[in-house]
């Protein structure tokens, strides 16, 4: 069995040029493969493992797992270590299950491999794929390796396409597929597509509407929120268990576009209306009202 490393006492020191061979294990698992069993994380790891047994020369390093990051960019967090890592000096080897954990798109994936790679003089070993940079005998790297990563990003964008015509039929049959719920709702517990209405969110959302219909303004509205005590919509959540991560909840204070989001907000009538962003080059941005998918009373309304 390979050698494994303890990441911080490798740390310490510049690793030991006689310490030929120091592998990153990189693990990728995308949204769209979680219900694939052949390339789970679990599956991953034990075909480099037993690819590791019959190479007890490599000394691991680390591994590095990106859960949930698409392979059609390379912004992902584990990867993105995996980087410093090698510009660090601790890494001349990545190891994969294959040529699609390291991504889908043809371009970037080349760079890294007939680019980024070599200049660093770091091996790239995709072990399903029978891939060895090392390897001098494998005259048709050059031929099939840029087949395979358009293999790889004609798969993903096929995928991309089905996951996005699956999730605008879930949403004209009323089911809701946003992340975080609006203030006021969380999701079911044995349906996450459904909206129940929040007791707690829900009085604070009534009383906003009161005062903005007694013709309070939204500076007047914030002011008031936040005189009498009450956390904003991102600590609630936090509280709730909803939110998880501390730079996502803000300073705990009212502010005049979160007020403003709900106040016209169409959920609080118990219709949902959704569709109002789309992915564009891997990049969400704002989408037409053309885009926009309305279904009337899917859910208990507040109002």
């Given at each position: 069995?390979?050698?494994?490393?303890?990441?911080?006492?490798?740390?310490?020191?510049?690793?030991?040029?006689?310490?030929?061979?120091?592998?990153?294990?990189?693990?990728?698992?995308?949204?769209?493969?979680?219900?694939?069993?052949?390339?789970?994380?679990?599956?991953?790891?034990?075909?480099?493992?037993?690819?590791?047994?019959?190479?007890?020369?490599?000394?691991?390093?680390?591994?590095?797992?990106?859960?949930?990051?698409t392979g059609t960019n390379f912004h992902r967090p584990a990867f993105q270590q995996m980087l410093l890592d090698i510009e660090a000096g601790y890494i001349n080897c990545v190891i994969v299950k294959d040529l699609s954990r390291l991504g889908r798109n043809t371009i970037d994936t080349g760079y890294y491999i007939e680019q980024y790679f070599p200049v660093r003089k770091v091996r790239f070993i995709a072990v399903t794929d029978q891939y060895?940079?090392?390897?001098?005998?494998?005259?048709?790297?050059?031929?099939?390796?840029?087949?395979?990563?358009?293999?790889?990003?004609?798969?993903?964008?096929?995928?991309?396409?089905?996951?996005?015509?699956?999730?605008?039929?879930?949403?004209?049959?009323?089911?809701?597929?946003?992340?975080?719920?609006?203030?006021?709702?969380?999701?079911?517990?044995?349906?996450?597509?459904?909206?129940?209405?929040?007791?707690?969110?829900?009085?604070?959302?009534?009383?906003?509407?009161?005062?903005?219909?007694?013709?309070?303004?939204?500076?007047?509205?914030?002011?008031?929120?936040?005189?009498?005590?009450?956390?904003?919509?991102?600590?609630?959540?936090?509280?709730?268990?909803?939110?998880?991560?501390?730079?996502?909840?803000?300073?705990?204070?009212?502010?005049?576009?979160?007020?403003?989001?709900?106040?016209?907000?169409?959920?609080?009538?118990?219709?949902?209306?959704?569709?109002?962003?789309?992915?564009?080059?891997?990049?969400?941005?704002?989408?037409?009202?053309?885009?926009?998918?309305?279904?009337?009373?899917?859910?208990?309304?507040?109002?």
């Amino acid at each position: 069995m390979a050698r494994t490393s303890r990441k911080a006492q490798v740390k310490d020191t510049q690793p030991e040029k006689d310490l030929t061979v120091r592998a990153a294990l990189y693990i990728r698992l995308s949204v769209e493969d979680k219900h694939t069993r052949t390339i789970s994380i679990e599956t991953q790891m034990l075909i480099l493992e037993r690819f590791l047994e019959k190479h007890p020369d490599i000394f691991v390093y680390d591994k590095y797992i990106d859960n949930g990051a698409t392979g059609t960019n390379f912004h992902r967090p584990a990867f993105q270590q995996m980087l410093l890592d090698i510009e660090a000096g601790y890494i001349n080897c990545v190891i994969v299950k294959d040529l699609s954990r390291l991504g889908r798109n043809t371009i970037d994936t080349g760079y890294y491999i007939e680019q980024y790679f070599p200049v660093r003089k770091v091996r790239f070993i995709a072990v399903t794929d029978q891939y060895d940079s090392a390897d001098p005998s494998d005259i048709h790297a050059g031929i099939i390796l840029p087949l395979k990563n358009m293999i790889n990003e004609a798969y993903a964008l096929d995928i991309g396409r089905k996951i996005k015509a699956q999730q605008r039929q879930a949403m004209k049959d009323g089911e809701y597929v946003g992340g975080r719920t609006p203030y006021g709702y969380i999701k079911a517990k044995n349906n996450c597509h459904q909206l129940i209405v929040d007791p707690v969110a829900a009085s604070v959302v009534k009383q906003m509407f009161e005062w903005a219909s007694e013709g309070d303004g939204i500076n007047t509205i914030v002011r008031k929120l936040n005189e009498s005590g009450v956390i904003s919509p991102s600590h609630y959540k936090k509280e709730i268990g909803q939110i998880t991560h501390e730079n996502l909840i803000g300073s705990g204070k009212w502010q005049t576009w979160t007020v403003a989001k709900i106040l016209r907000c169409e959920t609080y009538t118990g219709d949902l209306v959704q569709g109002h962003s789309k992915t564009v080059d891997h990049q969400q941005m704002k989408a037409g009202s053309d885009n926009l998918i309305t279904v009337c009373d899917t859910h208990e309304a507040i109002l």
